[in-house]
């Protein structure tokens, strides 16, 4: 699966894109919040990091 490409780019492969994206990490942030009759009962804020191992991994040298 390719994602396509406007013109003057090329096509990059989204297995290729993920493993940039994961090379460098990102952050994935939400919040949910439940409520009744427009009174906030639960709140929850989610966060979390998406790498790779070997990002994470100290490099010799």
């Known amino acids: 699966m390719t994602l396509p490409a406007r ?3 090329r ?3 989204l297995i ?3 493993d940039r994206v ?3 990490g ?3 942030s939400g919040e949910i919040t439940l409520s009744i009759a427009d009174v906030d009962l639960v709140r929850i804020s ?3 990091l998406l790498t790779s191992i070997s990002a994470l991994q100290p490099r010799d040298g």
């Open 7 to 9: 013109a003057g780019e």
């Open 11 to 13: 096509n990059v492969a």
């Open 16 to 18: 290729d894109l993920l």
């Open 22 to 24: 994961l090379a460098g």
């Open 26 to 28: 990102v952050v994935v």
């Open 46 to 48: 989610l966060r979390t």
